[in-house]
């Protein structure tokens, strides 16, 4: 049925099996109108090295949280995937509350060109250098 349908449609994102889903539609509506586009057909056949994509946090009801935690107290942060490629990254990531950001780095340990470990450094020195841009901005308006 269309539930076991869009269960599995939704298991395959989170593992990383699934396209851009907006980029999907509109390749799906070009050639549905007889539009030909080589951009979307590129970007349909293309092999992704980095794969992207949110995770699920709180899965529970909001009246099961202790007490009055809006999310930043208890992140409960769950999930991933992998590299969607042999030589790329699977990089999950959650915003918990105002104060939090999670992500998890994978990639496939038999490729020489790729490693999560240093993936993971490099992301959190370009979050280090955003947060001192913004801070000098703020301190010189």
């Known amino acids: 049925a269309a539930w ?4 599995a449609y ?7 099996r699934a396209v ?7 390749y799906v509506v070009a050639n ?25 946090q709180r899965q529970t009801e909001k ?3 202790p007490g009055n935690d809006q999310g930043d107290k208890f992140p409960l942060v769950s999930g991933g995937f992998g590299p969607v490629a042999e030589h790329g990254y699977g990089v999950s990531y959650a915003i918990s509350g105002e104060n939090l950001f999670f992500t998890h780095v994978s990639c496939n340990r038999s490729s020489e ?9 490099a992301i959190k ?17």
């Not at 851009?20 to 509109?26: G, K, V």
């Not at 060109?113 to 450094?121: E, H, I, V």
Request: proline share 1%; glycine share 4%; aromatic share 10%.
């Open 125 to 141: 020195t370009a979050f280090a250098d955003i947060k001192a841009m913004l801070d000098t901005a703020a301190a010189e308006a």
């Open 63 to 65: 009246n099961t949280w």
């Open 113 to 121: 060109q790729t490693d999560a470990t240093r993936f993971t450094a």
């Open 4 to 7: 076991r349908s869009h269960a």
């Open 10 to 16: 939704s298991r395959d994102a989170m593992i990383g």
């Open 20 to 26: 851009d889903r907006h980029m999907f539609c509109l």
């Open 32 to 56: 549905g109108v007889g539009v030909d586009s080589p951009f979307l057909q590129n970007f349909i056949e293309s092999k992704w090295v980095l794969s992207t994509s949110q995770v699920a």
